[in-house]
């Protein structure tokens, strides 16, 4: 029998997206009323920050949504507003030198109230 390409990598999609949102939706709770470093990994580095204080849990995290929208891509499906890019997008607003970005408990509440709307 001849395998569905498409169909099996929809499926690995969404066991990796449904894997980070229950990652995201347990440690977003903490980090929305505790601040922290969830949004800071190796390629969203604010100014100043040190590469050894990254937390392994933000690290973890970012490379899920990397593999989350290389999956999107690779089944030609839309990137934008799915978890990865919500969480992604997230990452690149804490990293960003804009005076008016969101910190780090705003940018946790913001996620949080995105991925409970689609639940």
């Known amino acids: 029998m001849k395998r569905d ?3 099996e990598i929809e499926k690995l999609l969404q066991e990796a997206e449904d894997s980070l949102r229950v990652m995201l ?14 949004f800071v990994n190796s390629d969203y ?10 937390s392994d849990e933000g690290e973890a995290l ?6 989350c929208l ?3 891509e690779l089944a030609a499906l839309p990137i934008k507003g ?4 919500l969480f992604i997008a997230a990452c690149a607003e804490n990293a960003s030198n804009d005076e008016h970005r969101l910190g ?3 940018l946790a509440m913001s996620l949080l109230e ?6």
């Open 45 to 54: 580095l604010p100014a100043g920050y040190l590469h050894s204080r990254i």
């Open 62 to 67: 970012y490379q899920c949504a990397r593999l």
């Open 104 to 106: 780090p408990k705003r």
């Open 25 to 38: 939706l347990g440690c977003l709770p903490y980090a929305a009323s505790n601040g922290g470093s969830l």
């Open 82 to 85: 799915s978890v990865g890019d």
């Open 5 to 7: 390409r498409p169909a």
């Open 114 to 119: 995105r991925l409970g709307d689609d639940a």
């Open 70 to 72: 290389l999956n999107r």
